[in-house]
């Protein structure tokens, strides 16, 4: 403990003499008592935020556990989640990446759904009356739901005062700026893994705490960063073009169709395999149900509700040659691609990561487009396009995003390297301004700061 203390202020060019290691060591008894008993409330959402809030929590761990050393700190996860927090030792009541859907249509559907799962987490935090909410992305919900909690916290006066953190910022930025000022209310601290929101809010909501923390894609691909070309190439075919149609069953439903069309027209005029990355095993059935009208021999087909990967690769070959499925392993799926083609969400920055050169698209239900159109500020969807504040990767939204127009921006990259070099270019800058690795252990020292405060 001494000479971990000592040799930290000695990197600083100080030296602490015996009085001030006992004024630390006495500091971090204090610390120990103020966090013996620890109830931390994790809210994720979706597949990314579920993997994110994971990453959180364990970095929360090592952070409690440096400060309280050689005490244990005893912090205890409960909330709602998926698989990852379920791995990280999280307590789950609901699977909450079994109800993701994306969308205003999507969400007046399953409004009764998530009424019954906010109700049954509201009850919960009421219940234990948690010292930390840390909600991770899922805006629509978690917003609404820091402030349900809020307000029961209110009303013990003063015998419950949780803080309250948002991990990922809400997209205020792109739509309806005017809810920034509002979650000053709800939030003790708002987290950003994208460089200009901390600005942004400063300006919009100063009474907002807000923290950049950096994008932890950084850490999660670090592995692979400035790795050497050239890429590995698949056998038989010249080129490999990934189909990446989201992490959403809805997703799959609208991307896929034209990304099949696309990938049968670019088929037709050079020589690429084609890839269709998924996310899990369960939305499988979901591709098996969309592939079923392009197979050519449609009565053998399995049953798509309990399709097995076995079955899902054996009708992507009956639907055209040279289309291959696999679940997960997406790094590896990028480093031999030549182009992807891919949904406008989080897969677009891991394309920019690993310099695919991409064509983005985005479809959703009628009445959730005519809405955003009318609230949406930014001219672009995809993030690589909004950081670079210009097109890197070609856009084609709702009707425009056709098999048509996606295989020719497609075989626009396939036939052009000069243009695909250019492409690269720009997404090194880009993610060059992410910032350097580290992103959850920056995150996972806010939130200690911020709980330790509220322990004063």
């Not at 070959?317 to 790094?331: A, E, I, S």
């Not at 856009?395 to 075989?411: I, M, R, S």
Request: glycine share 6%; charged share 20%; proline share 6%.
């Amino acid at each position: 403990m001494a000479s971990r203390a000592a040799s930290t202020f000695r990197r600083h060019g100080r030296r602490v003499g015996s009085r001030g290691m006992q004024w630390r060591n006495a500091s971090r008894r204090n610390t120990t008592e103020r966090m013996a008993e620890t109830n931390i409330m994790v809210i994720a959402g979706e597949p990314s935020g579920d993997a994110l809030a994971a990453e959180l929590v364990q970095a929360l761990r090592a952070e409690a556990e440096f400060h309280c050393h050689p005490a244990k700190p005893d912090l205890h996860f409960f909330g709602a989640g998926g698989p990852n927090l379920a791995a990280a030792g999280v307590e789950l009541s609901v699977d909450m990446t079994q109800h993701a859907v994306i969308g205003l249509w999507e969400a007046i559907k399953s409004y009764g759904q998530f009424r019954r799962i906010f109700d049954k987490l509201l009850k919960l935090a009421v219940a234990k009356q948690p010292d930390l909410l840390i909600c991770v992305d899922f805006s629509g919900f978690n917003r609404r739901f820091a402030h349900a909690v809020r307000k029961h916290a209110a009303r013990t006066k003063g015998q419950w005062n949780p803080r309250i953190v948002q991990y990922v910022s809400p997209q205020v930025w792109a739509s309806r700026p005017g809810r920034a000022t509002k979650m000053a209310d709800d939030y003790d601290l708002l987290l950003t893994i994208f460089p200009f929101e901390k600005d942004w809010y400063a300006k919009r909501a100063p009474k907002l705490r807000v923290e950049f923390v950096g994008h932890p894609m950084l850490d999660r691909f670090a592995e692979w960063r400035g790795q050497p070309e050239p890429r590995p190439r698949p056998v038989p075919h010249e080129h490999l073009t990934l189909l990446l149609p989201g992490s959403r069953p809805g997703e799959l439903a609208r991307h896929l169709p034209p990304m099949l069309d696309a990938a049968r027209r670019i088929g037709a005029e050079v020589d690429s395999g084609f890839l269709v990355v998924l996310p899990s095993e369960a939305l499988l059935p979901v591709f098996a149900q969309h592939c079923r009208p392009f197979a050519i021999d449609k009565a053998n087909l399995a049953d798509t509700a309990s399709t097995t990967l076995a079955q899902a690769r054996n009708l992507a070959r009956q639907v055209f040659r040279g289309l291959d499925v696999q679940v997960g392993n997406l790094p590896e799926a990028l480093r031999a691609a030549t182009i992807a083609i891919a949904s406008t969400g989080t897969v677009t920055m891991e394309c920019a990561f690993f310099k695919v050169p991409t064509v983005a698209l985005y479809k959703t239900s009628w009445l959730t487009y005519q809405i955003g159109k009318r609230i949406v500020t930014v001219k672009h969807l995809a993030m690589p396009n909004l950081l670079a504040g210009k097109v890197v990767f070609p856009e084609f939204v709702q009707d425009a995003a056709t098999g048509k127009n996606l295989a020719a921006a497609a075989l626009d990259l396939l036939r052009n390297p000069a243009r695909r070099a250019e492409m690269q270019s720009q997404m090194g800058s880009i993610i060059g301004a992410l910032g350097a690795t580290g992103a959850n252990v920056r995150a996972a020292k806010a939130v200690w700061s911020l709980l330790c405060s509220a322990r004063r």
